[in-house]
């Protein structure tokens, strides 16, 4: 399951954003988005967890949860459309 994160503080980092779901399961990956220009976070991320409930139990724990001073929002990743 792909997991879309946003209103993640400017110091959130991949580890603790990891770290966080890593309570409800096995996490794949964890990437917090970085503007390409000055380097900065972009306050969202995504994090890829294998087993669908696991996904669906950190979605529902976490959603409005305050993580590292911000209120964040947790859903399920939308597919990305190809950009031309």
């Known amino acids: 399951m792909n997991i879309y994160v946003s209103n993640l503080s ?3 980092t991949n580890n603790s954003l990891q770290e966080l779901f890593a309570k409800y399961g096995e996490v794949t990956s964890s990437s917090v988005i970085v503007d390409r ?5 972009r306050c969202f991320g995504f994090i890829d967890m294998p087993v669908d409930v696991e996904g669906k139990k950190a979605l529902s724990e976490l ?5 590292e001073g911000n209120t964040i929002s947790v859903k399920i990743a939308r597919p990305r459309l190809d950009r031309k």
């Open 63 to 67: 959603n409005e949860m305050e993580f």
């Open 10 to 12: 400017y110091k959130t």
């Open 37 to 41: 220009e000055t380097g900065r976070s």
